[in-house]
């Protein structure tokens, strides 16, 4: 069956400066020559690869309808693999629907959500792990989770695999070129002998997999719980590491009843920052409701911003916090209200925890020093090389398959079992290994991983 030519809008919706109709497939070029007029006089049929070209884009009746820039781009070195053109308009919607209903009218179809990526992918110009990561940087909201995706984009995570494939697959062929050709003279095949690259190989997918809790973290954002007894400033210190007033904001002790969650990329870290009901004994029901969901988000947090008044003695209440903050597994201990006179034992404090940031909610005194300390510390364990963070659970759990797989090989050669016993534990990883980078894979899922993209990637 011929491949049909597909064609969408490629920028976000809405007025813009500029707007792209993208077209792939092998009537792409043709489609368009028909719908744009070139200045030159030249047929855009006939224009050079990857150049831009002034003209005038019609409509379905053929009368102009915007002054545009059109680009081809021949098979097979363009995005998708195929045919390629783009039409860079003027960023009316109506003029966009209008240069793509006039495509349709020539052989060309809407692409559907993510079609041009699973081209690019099916045509062999990418891995799976790549075409996921086209998505991710896309959805990325912060500059690390952007590095991360291009260098996957770039193939970093995939080469790794790739080669880890490729020792196995190696491995396989000895084996079956021992067994299939007793009389050639082929080394023989003995398992003890890949033991030490089946360890390596294990530690790498391992290394691998432990990255995704660090990939989860670039892509969702770190759980901060902002702590503290009623009036300590907490929804004050929300809105200032926001930048605006989210949370509302009183000297009444238990203005904030429920929790509430913000995104914010500080220092170019993801953070999901949680401002929450104070800790304190009340017989206000609504208000225990509100300090239980106060242990909850301190109990899944990841960081803890322990927010204390300066400006008043150590209370019961604060000491209750400190207590309960201690869970957390990285904590900073923020003294607020430094415009006011200091009368809390900063000493003590310092004395509890590492990490102290004096500040001033009010009037954003030490904001910044606090965001580069909360970067500082979510990045102090050394991370593995941007692109070798896993990012999705279909990537980690495949990658977990493989690992638990060449463990059973490796279990089972020390223990003695037969060769071709161990080769299938081998041929399991290679299987899971496939499926992580497109190698093999059933239709169903490739249909699941594209669905996620947008029209017109
Ligand atoms: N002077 C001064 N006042 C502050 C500062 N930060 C907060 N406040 C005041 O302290 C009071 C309590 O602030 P909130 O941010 O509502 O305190 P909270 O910890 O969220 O309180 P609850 O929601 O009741 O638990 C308000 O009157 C704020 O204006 C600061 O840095 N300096
Ligand atoms: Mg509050």
Redesign the pocket.
């Known amino acids: 069956m011929r491949t049909e030519t597909i064609a969408a809008i490629a920028t976000a919706p809405g007025r813009s400066a500029i707007g792209i109709i993208r077209v792939s497939g092998p009537d792409a070029v043709t489609a368009v020559s028909a719908v744009f007029r070139p200045e030159n006089g030249k047929p855009f049929s006939e224009s050079e690869d990857r150049k831009m070209v002034y003209g005038t884009l019609l409509d379905r009746d053929g009368l102009p309808i915007d002054r545009i820039l059109a680009v081809a781009a021949r098979a097979p070195n363009t995005y998708t693999g195929e045919d390629t053109a783009e039409l860079h308009c003027h960023g009316s919607p109506a003029v966009l629907a209008e240069g793509l209903l006039a495509l349709f009218r020539q052989r060309v179809r809407q692409a559907l959500p993510g079609e041009f990526t699973k081209r690019a992918f099916l045509n062999g110009r990418m891995d799976l792990i790549q075409a996921e990561a086209v998505a991710d940087l896309i959805d990325a909201e912060s500059a690390a989770a952007a590095r991360n995706a291009a260098a996957q984009l770039g193939g970093a995570a995939s080469r790794k695999i790739t080669g880890i494939y490729s020792r196995l697959l190696d491995l396989i062929a000895h084996f079956h070129a021992v067994v299939d050709y007793p009389d050639e003279e082929i080394d023989p095949f003995l398992p003890e002998s890949c033991l030490p690259a089946l360890e390596a190989d294990i530690q790498a997918l391992q290394t691998l997999e432990q990255s995704f809790d660090r990939g989860r973290l670039l892509t969702e954002g770190i759980k901060t719980a902002i702590v503290?007894r009623?009036?300590?400033?907490?929804?004050?210190?929300l809105n200032a590491l926001l930048g605006y007033d989210r949370a509302i904001?009183?000297?009444?002790?238990?203005?904030?009843r429920d929790t509430i969650e913000e995104k914010a990329v500080l220092d170019g870290v993801l953070l999901r920052l949680i401002?929450t009901?104070?800790l304190r004994e009340t017989k206000d029901t609504i208000e225990q409701l509100g300090v239980e969901r106060t242990r909850a988000a301190l109990r899944e947090a990841e960081l803890a911003l322990v927010?204390l008044d300066g400006?008043e003695p150590l209370r019961t209440e604060d000491h209750i916090v400190m207590e309960e903050a201690v869970a957390v597994p990285r904590s900073i201990a923020v003294v607020?209200?430094?415009?006011?006179p200091l009368v809390l034992d900063l000493d003590f404090v310092r004395a509890r925890f590492s990490n102290v940031c004096v500040v001033?909610?009010?009037d954003s005194a030490g904001i910044s020093t606090l965001s580069a300390e909360i970067a500082r510390i979510l990045d102090g364990n050394t991370p593995p090389p941007a692109g070798e963070i896993l990012t999705n659970v279909r990537q980690a759990e495949a990658v977990a398959r493989a690992r638990e797989s060449l463990r059973a090989a490796a279990d089972g050669i020390r223990d003695g079992i037969t060769p071709d016993a161990a080769l299938s534990d081998i041929e399991a990883a290679l299987a899971a290994l496939g499926q992580l980078t497109g190698r093999t894979l059933q239709e169903d899922v490739v249909g699941r991983i594209f669905e996620r993209f947008c029209v017109g990637k």
């Open positions: 503290g009623p009036n300590a400033g907490k929804s004050s210190l904001t009183s000297s009444i002790p238990g203005t904030t401002d009901a104070g927010v400006s607020n209200k430094s415009d006011l001033s909610a009010l």
